[in-house]
């Protein structure tokens, strides 16, 4: 016997159940929005710090210094960083964020030697609109990384003023890396005289080592270079670093993780609850239809199809909301300039409707028992 | 050999510690193609043999042997494709399911059979044809008066040609005109497919149209009236290989 035929049946019973569905639909999108939002921010969590074995930046800060305010390191220090052996490139870095608390629309200024462009540092960069060439003929320029541009719905030439730096954008760069995404790039002098002048003085210096086995060499051969003298230094892998900075974020994400499968739990409570009802509601009509030849297993697996339908239905919708958010606002969760953005990929999505066929199997499993095991004459009896 | 045999039929159900036998140890003989009314006061026990009948309780104890089958004895699996293949239900509160139009509801039992949508269309419309409803297919039960859901549900009783026709007090939701036109169609479906009919009613006029009348009284049989001859036209379309309906 085909079950595809029985397919439309099951529509149907939850399409002309428009009230019921409805809610029911409403409630499992908004659980699963949630879902999705939460996954959404551990995804970027994962992206910001999840190490891998191709890893090759490190970040030297000031020892003992934990925001870009008080890490205050010479900037002559980048040539003595540069002989470390395993070094390929350094870049000394001004950091200015526009919000010092926690945010979703912080623009992290940072300076950089105009050369740097040239000796490979953002070989990963990739400029959409504008050229670097513009960038590096006026002082005021920047390079916008897309998420800032299109948070702030900047273009090329524009000009604003962001906290007091007035910038020209010279340039939209899109980069794999989420810093990058969230930064405005600018010219390391420019930056340091933005505001008190602090010529000289670098926030942090971006290094390349040549080779991603030598990560923790190079930074412990760095942080030694430095041990005596003034502004000591720490040297952490990049994405070390991200995990560091934003610890105290990233166990708030940890925690919103515990929210969203509490979310699935809501969407478990709401489709069980309304197969329970909508299978209550129901006696007669599934005792018609056992009397009409329909085996138990048939009225059970017709009542899990049901409750499965809802379930990823609203899954789908919720999901597809949450992906039109977040691709919309291009939302990133900022704090001490560093960025992690609010963006689930396919595997996410793949996850949350997997998820939520499953719910609405566990969902119906009861319900269709309950339903699969009653006595046909009771149930006429009882209605 | 009769085509339902009931031999020492009980049934009996336990409330607590109260033990009710609605079936008392019954013999009863039904024969192929005849129409039978089981008349009996409210208790006697007649929807309780209609119900065993139609394979939606099972005996406690005795037999019941319908075309050579002890469906006592089947699990409920196979009582349930026995229902599919054998029996027609029609209720007295008609029983169709509500989110389902008049042509879908009298379509369900024939999800059922390996039957092509164009198979399943034909027979729909014939038997909505049969029973005079065939202009109010698309019509939801709400939109529906008593006397029409009543015809929709003997549509879909006798959808897929079954050898047994149950009736559980039919006319009982029905004014007297409506009454009439129904146990009318009952008793032309009942000469022209040729099927077993089965029906309970408390109304002595509605005896006119059987070919028997049955008494029950506290679960047993009180009497038994001659068996009358029923005809049997072939309503072709609704056959097996039967040819095919308007559509």
């Known amino acids: ?383 | 050999m009769a085509f339902i045999e009931c031999r020492n039929l009980t049934r009996t159900y336990t409330k607590g510690s109260t033990t009710i036998t609605p079936l008392d140890d019954l013999d009863l003989d039904i024969e192929e193609g005849s129409f039978t009314a089981l008349m009996g006061p409210s208790g006697s026990g007649k929807t309780t043999l209609l119900n065993l009948v139609a394979g939606i309780d099972t005996p406690t104890s005795g037999s019941l042997v319908i075309g050579g089958v002890d469906i006592g004895r089947l699990s409920r699996a196979k009582l349930a494709r026995w229902r599919g293949e054998n029996i027609g239900y029609i209720f007295q509160l008609y029983n169709l399911v509500p989110v389902l139009t008049a042509y879908e509801n009298v379509e369900l039992p024939l999800l059922l059979h390996n039957l092509t949508r164009g198979e399943r269309h034909k027979k729909v419309a014939a038997a909505l044809e049969l029973s005079g409803i065939a202009d109010r297919h698309d019509h939801f039960p709400r939109q529906l008066s008593g006397g029409q859901e009543q015809r929709v549900a003997i549509a879909r009783a006798i959808v897929t040609n079954p050898k047994i026709i149950v009736a559980d007090e039919p006319t009982g939701d029905l004014d007297r005109n409506s009454a009439a036109e129904i146990l009318s169609l009952l008793r032309r479906i009942n000469v022209e497919l040729g099927g077993t009919l089965l029906m309970v009613t408390h109304d002595p006029k509605t005896t006119q149209y059987a070919g028997r009348t049955l008494h029950l009284d506290k679960g047993k049989l009180l009497e038994k009236a001659p068996v009358a001859e029923a005809g049997s036209v072939a309503l072709h379309e609704l056959r097996p290989g039967g040819a095919a309906c308007p559509e």
């Not at chain 1, 409630?27 to 190490?51: P, S």
């Not at chain 1, 870049?91 to 623009?107: A, Q």
């Not at chain 1, 050229?131 to 030439?157: H, T």
């Open chain 1, 1 to 383: 016997m085909s079950g595809m035929k029985f397919v439309p049946l099951v529509l149907k019973t939850v399409i002309r159940n428009r009230r019921r569905s409805l809610l029911t639909l409403g409630g499992v999108a908004t659980a699963m929005l949630l879902f999705y939002a939460v996954q959404a921010m551990q995804q970027g969590v994962r992206d910001a710090t999840g190490k891998t074995g191709d890893d090759t930046k490190l970040v030297v800060y000031r020892l003992d210094r934990y925001c870009p305010f008080t890490s205050n390191l010479p900037q002559d220090y980048a040539s003595r960083i540069a002989r470390v052996p395993g070094v390929k490139n350094v870049v000394p870095v001004k950091v200015v964020v526009s919000n010092c608390r926690t945010s979703l629309d912080v623009v992290t200024f940072r300076g950089v030697p105009p050369e740097s462009f040239d000796r490979g540092a953002f070989s990963h960069v990739n400029i959409v609109d504008g050229s670097i060439e513009d960038w590096k003929r006026r002082s005021d320029a920047a390079l916008l990384g897309e998420r800032v541009a299109y948070r702030r719905g900047l273009k090329v030439g524009d000009r604003i003023d962001i906290s007091g730096i007035t910038i020209l954008v010279a340039g939209i760069l899109t980069s794999p890396e989420p810093q990058d995404q969230n930064s405005a790039y600018v010219h390391l002098d420019f930056l340091q005289r933005a505001g008190e002048n602090q010529v000289g003085i670098v926030t942090q210096f971006d290094v390349t080592v040549t080779d991603p086995s030598l990560l923790q060499a190079t930074a412990a051969a760095i942080d030694g270079e430095f041990r005596t003298d003034r502004e000591p230094t720490a040297t952490w892998s990049e994405k070390s670093f991200v995990a560091r900075a934003a610890s105290d974020v990233l166990e708030i994400v940890n925690f919103a993780g515990w929210l969203g499968w509490g979310c699935l739990f809501g969407v478990f409570a709401l489709v069980f609850n309304a197969i329970v009802l909508s299978v209550q509601d129901r006696v007669r009509d599934h005792a018609i239809m056992q009397t009409l030849g329909y085996t138990n297993r048939l009225i059970a697996t017709l009542i899990i199809a049901e409750s499965t339908i809802l379930s990823v239905a609203g899954g789908m919708i919720g999901i597809a909301a949450g992906v039109a958010v977040t691709s919309w606002g291009r939302f990133s969760l900022s704090v001490e300039g560093l960025s992690i953005n609010i963006y689930a990929g396919l595997g996410t999505i793949a996850l949350g409707l997997g998820l939520a066929a499953m719910t609405g199997i566990l969902a119906g499993l009861v319900p269709a028992r309950q339903a699969s095991r009653r006595d046909i004459a009771a149930c006429f009896r009882a209605v």
